[in-house]
């Protein structure tokens, strides 16, 4: 199974930047594809971007595109999210999830490992 460690969140002003990390565990993290969750307060966790176990193929939700950026390295077992230009609505908490499959995946059931999470917080 995966242990997933989340890090980088915190409280940015509108317009700025953050890049959230994945660590995870196990010599076989190529074969995991990985995606990173939101849930604001009083909200649904909803998806946000996945990755492949390559990272050749990626999804984003239409809210993020252009805006954030999935990236992972999978020598050092990590998967990256890469947030710009952003807007007080990002304002959730991040989770990153991992799947029993190389296939990215923008649906929320299909995951089986999860993080802790990491709050990110907006200013206006």
């Known amino acids: 199974q995966v242990q997933l460690v989340e890090s980088g969140g915190g409280l940015v002003q509108a317009g700025g930047s953050l890049r959230l990390s994945c660590a995870a565990s196990?010599?076989?993290?190529?074969?995991?594809?990985m995606g990173w969750f939101r849930q604001a307060p009083g909200k649904e966790r909803e998806f946000v971007t996945a990755?492949?176990?390559?990272?050749?193929?990626?999804y984003y939700a239409d809210s993020v595109k252009g805006r954030f950026t999935i990236s992972r390295d999978n020598a050092r077992n990590t998967v990256y999210l890469q947030m710009n230009s952003l807007k007080p609505e990002d304002t959730a908490v991040y989770y990153c999830?991992?799947?029993?499959?190389?296939?990215?995946?923008?649906?929320?059931?299909?995951?089986?490992?999860w993080g802790q999470g990491t709050q990110v917080t907006v200013s206006s």
């Open positions: 999830a991992a799947r029993n499959g190389k296939l990215a995946s923008t649906y929320e059931a299909r995951y089986d490992y």
């Open positions: 196990g010599r076989t993290f190529s074969n995991y594809a």
């Open positions: 990755i492949s176990g390559s990272g050749g193929i990626t």
